[in-house]
């Protein structure tokens, strides 16, 4: 096993294995989807950092592709740095952040949250090591799924709803609502056993790997041969 803390029993199991043997494009040739923590340990039920989190949606969604297909050379991507004010250009998550940031994606903190103001510098903030919502990471969910399917419509009005028949925590109204039942519409995400999309709460590593993999399994079915080329496909859910 490569990881002492996750066992085969473990239900998040073959996801993890799955994606810490997908190798995908990066600008420094192939790099797996994600890596665990010295020690061979995974911590599947850790927090999700936004730096974490930025590489496992750069590498499982292959938005390094996706940039190629729209112009955005790899080597551009080595050379800018958009949240310089808070990301060193040696940090390891610099050039997954800065795809993210091109493919409008992610912005980043404009206002300081202790003072609930603009930043004097005008820099936006990255915040690598601030742990991702459930809410957060299904929103730059949709947004890469509808740019790899451009026909696909997606309104945020369209799913104000008067009851919580789908999720019984939220009602359409909330932040992140609209983006949880687009990504339930299109089997990515499931809620939890309870019934709840709980967008507020933290996003574990293996919460997120596990939306990953459902995503990579409805990419790999849409009929469009510059989609499904990118995609393995995942494992069965």
């Given at each position: 096993l490569k990881y002492k803390d996750v066992s085969l029993a473990d239900p998040s199991f073959t996801v993890i294995d799955y994606f810490s043997k997908?190798?995908?494009?990066?600008?420094?040739?192939?790099?797996?989807v994600v890596q665990g923590y010295p020690g061979r340990l995974f911590i599947p039920s850790g927090n999700t950092t936004r730096s974490e989190?930025?590489?496992?949606?750069?590498?499982?969604?292959?938005?390094y592709d996706l940039a190629e297909n729209q112009g955005i050379s790899l080597d551009y991507i080595k050379e800018i740095n958009p949240f310089e004010a808070d990301v060193?250009?040696?940090a390891w998550y610099k050039d997954n952040a800065a795809i993210l940031?091109?493919?409008g994606i992610l912005n980043g903190y404009k206002y300081d949250p202790e003072t609930q103001e603009e930043y004097e510098d005008g820099k936006p903030r990255f915040k690598p090591?601030?742990?991702?919502?459930?809410?957060?990471?299904?929103k730059m969910l949709t947004e890469i799924y509808l740019l790899w399917n451009p026909n696909v419509s997606f309104n945020i009005e369209d799913y104000y709803i008067a009851t919580n028949e789908v999720f019984s925590d939220i009602d359409g109204y909330g932040t992140f609502d609209a983006y949880a039942l687009f990504m339930?519409?299109?089997?990515?995400?499931?809620?939890?056993?309870?019934?709840?999309?709980r967008l507020l709460d933290a996003i574990t590593r293996s919460e997120s790997l596990t939306i990953l993999n459902n995503m990579s399994v409805r990419m790999s079915e849409i009929q469009d041969e510059n989609v499904q080329k990118f995609f393995g496909g995942g494992v069965e859910r």
């Open positions: 997908l190798n995908v494009t990066t600008p420094y040739g192939k790099k797996p989190a930025s590489k496992m949606l750069v590498h499982a969604a292959c938005l060193k250009d040696s940031h091109e493919l090591e601030n742990t991702i919502t459930r809410g957060e990471f299904l339930k519409e299109q089997g990515i995400f499931l809620g939890d056993s309870n019934g709840k999309a």
